[in-house]
C-alpha cells in the first residue's frame, strides 16, 4: 500500500526556470514531511521538510508547500541549476511505536538542461 | 561526525545463494532502518532497529532479516536470493528525533545472476 505517490516518475527543465515536484499522501497521520534528494552512487540527503502545522517552508532556492486538505505537498525549485538533476523522494513522517517511521515516494527523476 | 558507511559497496551473487549486508550508523544514532530501492519502486521499507530490537517491519518476505548490535551496528541477510533481489540496499540511521529525519548511507548494490 503506497501512502506517498510521486505521480511524475520524471522532470525535464531548463536551467534558470522553476522546478516544480509534486507529491500525494494518503495517511492522515503524517504529521512532518521531507524531501529527499539523491545523486546516482550515493545515499539519499535530506533537502528540506515542513510540519503538518505549517503551510510553506523555504529554503534558499527550496520551497516546499503543503496543502493538508488536498493530502498535497510539492517542492518548487527556483532557479533551476544542473547540479539540480537527481532524484528527489518525498517522504511523510508517522508517529510509530515511540519513534517516527518514514514513507517515501518512488521518486522524481529531475533533468536540467543548460 | 563519521557518516553512515555501508559494505560492500557492489555484490554479485547466485541465485539461490544467501548475502550479508553490513551497515555502521552515525555515532551516537541507535535506530537503524533498512530500505531496498528498484527503478520505480522508489524506497521500500524493510525494517527498522532500535537497541538491538527490531522495532517496525515492512511487507517483505521471511527471507530478509536483520540484526543489531548493542554497538549499535546492524546487519541485513537475503536468504535464498532471487533475480528480483537485486537492487540498491539503503541504510539509514537516525538519532530518533521527533521530525524522523534519516541520515543515509551510500547502498550496497546487489546483483543476483
Known amino acids: 500500500d503506497q501512502q506517498v505517490k510521486q505521480n511524475s516518475p520524471s522532470l525535464s527543465v531548463q536551467e534558470g526556470r522553476i522546478s516544480i515536484l509534486n507529491c500525494d499522501y494518503t495517511?492522515?497521520?503524517?504529521?512532518?514531511f521531507l524531501w529527499y534528494k539523491k545523486y546516482p552512487a550515493e545515499g539519499p540527503t535530506f533537502l528540506i521538510s515542513?510540519?503538518?502545522?505549517?503551510d510553506k517552508n523555504e529554503d534558499g532556492r527550496f520551497t516546499v508547500f503543503l496543502n493538508k486538505s488536498a493530502k498535497h505537498l510539492s517542492l518548487h525549485i527556483v532557479p533551476s541549476q544542473p547540479g539540480d538533476s537527481a532524484v528527489y523522494f518525498c517522504?511523510?513522517?508517522?508517529?510509530?511505536?515511540?519513534?517516527?517511521?518514514?514513507?517515501f515516494g518512488a521518486g522524481t527523476t529531475v533533468t536540467v538542461r543548460a | 561526525k563519521a557518516g553512515v558507511t555501508q559494505t560492500p559497496r557492489y555484490l554479485i551473487k547466485t541465485r539461490g545463494q544467501q548475502v550479508t549486508l553490513s551497515c555502521s550508523p552515525i555515532?551516537?544514532?541507535?535506530?537503524v532502518s533498512w530500505y531496498q530501492q528498484t527503478p520505480g519502486q522508489g524506497l521500500q521499507f524493510l525494517f527498522e532497529?532500535?537497541?538491538?530490537?527490531?522495532?517496525n517491519k515492512g511487507n517483505f518476505p521471511g527471507r530478509f532479516s536483520g540484526r543489531q548490535f548493542s554497538n549499535s551496528r546492524s546487519e541485513m541477510n537475503v536468504s535464498t536470493l532471487e533475480l528480483g533481489d537485486s537492487a540498491l540496499y539503503l541504510c539509514?540511521?537516525?538519532?530518533?528525533?521527533?521530525?524522523?529525519?534519516?541520515?543515509f548511507g551510500p547502498g550496497t548494490r546487489l546483483t543476483v545472476t
Open positions: 539509514a540511521s537516525s538519532p530518533g528525533q521527533a521530525s524522523g529525519e534519516q541520515y
Open positions: 495517511n492522515s497521520m503524517f504529521d512532518y
Open positions: 515542513i510540519s503538518s502545522i505549517k
Open positions: 517522504a511523510a513522517s508517522a508517529f510509530v511505536l515511540n519513534d517516527y517511521k518514514l514513507s
Open positions: 555515532s551516537g544514532h541507535r535506530s
Open positions: 532497529y532500535f537497541s538491538e530490537t527490531q522495532r
